[in-house]
């Protein structure tokens, strides 16, 4: 997972507004894509549709995911072949209804094996994964049943004459995944439910006999959104599940995972509080392997010195940690500049002997001396500027290093003190600063 794509400008908009639920572009997008001309070797696929389905219905688009056609071709029983699922809106009396419907090829004729249908508005995701352990695929759909919000997931089993609901159940994020290491899958499903403050996670496992569940535990009660849930590892090994969740007080990861037959997250302050202050910080950064470990790491925020005055903005340093399951272990140590596109990774030198003065308007971070038990700021060790590329002149910046370029900044470095106790070398300088990639 690349570090731009989670701290970027962009992603920070985009998390926001679904964390909030908001549905500010799909009403937009929906006027403006035209369903899908199913033709060449879709055009079967198309007719099979009209004939079973009803007058005026209208295709709908899955909104997130990595599926987000119309029809969605999957080789559910690894025949070779592929079937078709196709999602469509039909209103009645003022009623919206969602239906599937699951299209088969015989020979060279397709035709319309069975639908399932719902009172819903759309499709958030689909996905598809055997959860039985018989060889095919269970269909994954994420209904919206009242816009984005309130959603519910059903499995269906598709086999040669039928289509057949397994489960539904209320969701905020679902996933499949190996949780209990037994080979098998199960789904995972986070639900947030903030007017009761009961947030909570379930593992279902899907059998011949049905669907039972098994494990659950609550999550932090003042999460109000979540981002979807990253299936990984603890440090350990073990397989574990990461969430990035946002709460009043800033945003926060939890990660569940299955201990002696039950799942667990141990991050929780404790039963009675319900909430994770371990991870806590005030701003959006994600879980993610910062430092090429293939470990996911965890960003955790410690308040950074201001060296200037009239500054009352909290600045933080962000160290980087793993989770073993039972403690938290900091990997990598950095101050992060996303605005700029960048992180400076501290030395240990560094650590709790500097302030940073803080200039986004000159696109500017200094760094200075500071005395912790004074509490007071001392001489300037230096700085990294960042400069348009448009209005970047070398003479202008004479004895400054240049750490990178990008199509748009020149990021340069100045290396005021070089010879104090917390000093750099040129190298050195080099070394810490990294560009999002």
Known sequence: MKIKHIISLFLLVATMLSFCGCDLFKTETDALISPPELTGDMSPIKDALNKSAPAGYTLKYPSTGDRRSAVVLEDVNSDGKMEAFAFYSTIEDGITTMTVNYIRRSGDKWSSVAVQSIAAGGVERVDFCDLDGDGSEELLVGWEVHGTIDRQVAVYSPTEEALSQRMLQSYTNFTCCDLDEDGGFELFVQHLNSSEQLNRAMLFELTSMGVSQIGGCLMDSAAKAASEPVV????????????????????????????????????????????????????????????????????????????????????????????????????????????????????????????????????????????????????KIGYIKAVPQKSYKAEEYEGAIVLAETEDNVYLGMLVDTVGQLALTEDELKGMFKLFQ
């Open 232 to 379: 990984s590892t603890l440090s350990t090994g073990q397989a574990a599940i990461y969430i990035d969740e946002v709460k009043g007080i800033g945003n926060i990861t939890e990660v569940l995972f299955f201990s002696k037959g039950e799942l667990v997250n141990p991050l929780l302050d404790s039963v009675e509080t319900i909430e994770n202050t371990k991870t806590v910080r005030a701003y959006t950064l994600s879980a993610t392997d910062i430092n090429g470990d293939n470990i996911l790491e965890i960003p955790v925020a410690s308040v950074l010195p201001s060296a200037l005055a009239t500054n009352n903005e909290v600045l933080y340093y962000t160290s980087w940690c793993s989770f073993n399951g039972d403690g938290l272990t900091s990997k990598l140590n950095t101050i992060v500049n996303s605005i700029d596109g960048y992180y400076v990774i501290i030395p240990e030198k560094w650590w709790g002997k500097i302030a940073v003065a803080k200039e986004t308007e000159y696109n500017l971070r200094t760094f200075y001396y500071y005395d912790q038990e004074t509490e007071t700021v001392g001489d």
